[in-house]
């Protein structure tokens, strides 16, 4: 399985910007989905996920502002960001696990995108 994010850029604060995942050479209809991302000089951090069912969990500093999706018939993942802001600076991974349920930790993801970078200007 491979994935590939893209989508990432500059932007101001208050912006809006989506990010996508493509999964080649896999069922990434059947696996849970998730968005992680590493802030400058932190830890990868859990952003949000998507189950199969297409229910959707987030972490608390992106809820109502992140809005994370899917369409299995492009193998996609999509994470809608708005109302960005500095502190949302980070790159951005895609990632996904054939085992069911979203944990928060990145360990318990297999396949990892390249990452892409978001940066939010104040």
């Known amino acids: 399985v491979q994935l590939q994010a893209s989508g990432g850029g500059l932007v101001q604060a208050g912006a809006s910007l989506r990010l996508s995942c493509v999964v080649f050479r896999g069922i990434g209809s059947s696996m849970s989905m998730a968005w992680f991302r590493r802030p400058p000089g932190k830890e990868r951090e859990f952003v949000g996920g998507i189950f199969r069912s297409g229910d959707a969990v987030y972490a608390d500093s992106v809820k109502g502002r992140f809005t994370i999706s899917r369409d299995d018939a492009k193998n996609a993942l999509y994470v809608h960001m708005s109302g960005l802001k500095p502190e949302d600076t980070a790159t951005y991974y895609c990632?996904?696990?054939?085992?069911?349920?979203?944990?928060?930790?990145?360990?318990?993801?297999?396949?990892w995108g390249q990452g892409t970078q978001v940066t939010v200007s104040s």
């Open positions: 990632s996904a696990r054939a085992e069911p349920g979203l944990p928060s930790s990145a360990t318990a993801y297999t396949y």
